[in-house]
């Protein structure tokens, strides 16, 4: 049982820190919010060929993307959407959040298994305080593990099929 709750919570750990989008990038509504979203946040565009472009700062429109390096003194650069496969862009504030949700639930649910384990004060209040506990250790070690490690919004660019407009 132990065992098994582990493996759950790895597996949830993995999955809660990333969201996937498409962009539609023929769709005014999608770029609009998508600009609106993201004026202040840079990211990462990743390349058809297999690069990487740190930017500063991402306005994309229909026909192409405009970046800003991370390099200070830097003039804008302008990337056409046909080589623009995904953009992905990180908040440490969202990660945070998750590292918190994550350590305060996988937390209580070891102090709540584990209780069972021993012998003693098998009363109803014990495991839930148990599981409050060691809930509240869990937050306060995963805050700070979620903000180092990021929430990662990775933005899939979805093309035309032979001229038709894409929209989500």
């Known amino acids: 049982m132990f065992r098994v709750l582990m493996v759950l919570l790895a597996v949830a750990t993995c999955t809660a820190c990333s969201s996937r989008h498409h962009l539609g990038v023929h769709d005014d509504a999608s770029l609009v919010k998508f600009n609106r979203d993201h004026a202040k946040r840079g990211g990462q565009l990743r390349l058809v060929d297999g690069r990487r472009l740190d930017a500063d700062w991402i306005h994309v429109e229909a026909d192409s993307t405009i970046w800003l390096p991370v390099l ?9 959407n046909d080589e623009v496969v995904q953009i992905v862009s990180s908040r440490s504030g969202r990660g945070a959040l998750d590292g918190l949700i994550i350590g305060f639930v996988s937390g209580f649910a070891i102090g709540v298994a584990s209780w069972g384990a021993s012998d003693s004060y098998d009363t109803p209040p014990g495991p839930i305080l148990a599981g409050l506990a060691l809930g509240g250790v869990g937050a306060l070690v995963g805050t700070p593990v979620g903000a180092g490690v990021k929430h990662d919004d990775k933005y899939t660019f979805q093309k035309p099929a032979s001229g038709q407009r894409v929209s989500w």
């Open 72 to 80: 200070p003194g830097t003039t804008p650069h302008r990337v056409a």
